[in-house]
């Protein structure tokens, strides 16, 4: 089965400091990834998702960037966060097989302050 | 129009009733559905998932599913206190492609 790595847990970041926020997985091969983001009273909101290496598409316009350096890592940056990226980040794959719906990371609680 | 509708709650229920919880979808084109639990503070995991028009019964979970009315309820029997968490309905067109959820019930259940 997959496994999908998040870290750190929680974060709390000052207004306009930069961020990176990894995302590894194990147990499947050339998987489709996604970050969402779940700010307080909000719904899940897709924010950039990879069919593969270098391969990104965005959501949402923003200051956030994601890259795909690897097949099995997704890494979400920014180089100035903002009082309104707080939120619940979380990354989910789905197998490069097919599968039946998402897996999700455990997810990094971000707080900018 | 917001693309997956579900009322936010709280839904309470006691200990050993049935909880529904109902979802509407506005894109026609939609083909897959999912249900995902999300306990406080911890990411959603996959309970649920529903393709064709009926129900799809799994232990104390049936999903139903009516693309004529895009609405889709999942239907929990002998709920549990361990069962209250919020619920995101999820749909999307197949494939890979990327899943839009909505905002999510809250169910509360009392012992």
């Known amino acids: 089965s997959q496994t999908i790595h998040q870290w750190p847990a929680t974060l709390v970041q000052p207004v306009g400091s930069p961020l990176s926020l990894e995302c590894t997985v194990e147990?499947?091969?050339?998987?489709?990834l996604y970050w969402y983001r779940q700010a307080a009273g909000r719904g899940l909101q897709l924010l950039f998702y990879s069919v593969g290496i270098g391969q990104i598409s965005s959501e949402v316009p923003q200051n956030l960037s994601a890259s795909r350096p690897q097949d099995r890592q997704f890494i979400l940056s920014s180089k100035k966060l903002l009082l309104s990226d707080s939120g619940f980040y979380l990354c989910?794959?789905?197998?490069?097989?097919?599968?039946?719906?998402?897996?999700f990371g455990s997810g990094t609680r971000l707080t900018v302050v | 129009q917001k693309e997956v509708e579900q009322n936010s709650g709280p839904l309470s229920v006691p200990e050993g009733a049935i909880a529904s919880l109902n979802c509407t979808y506005s894109d026609r084109g939609s083909q897959s559905f999912f249900w995902y639990r999300q306990y406080s503070g911890k990411s959603p995991e996959l309970i649920m998932s529903i393709y064709s028009n009926g129900d799809k019964e799994d232990g104390r979970f049936t999903a139903q599913l009516n693309k004529a009315s895009q609405y889709v309820s999942l239907l929990i029997r002998d709920s549990q206190p361990s069962d209250s968490a919020t619920y995101l309905c999820a749909v999307n067109k197949g494939g890979y492609s990327t899943l839009t959820f909505g905002k999510g019930t809250m169910l509360l259940v009392s012992p």
């Open positions: 147990g499947t091969s050339n998987p489709n």
């Open positions: 989910a794959l789905i197998p490069g097989q097919g599968g039946n719906g998402y897996t």
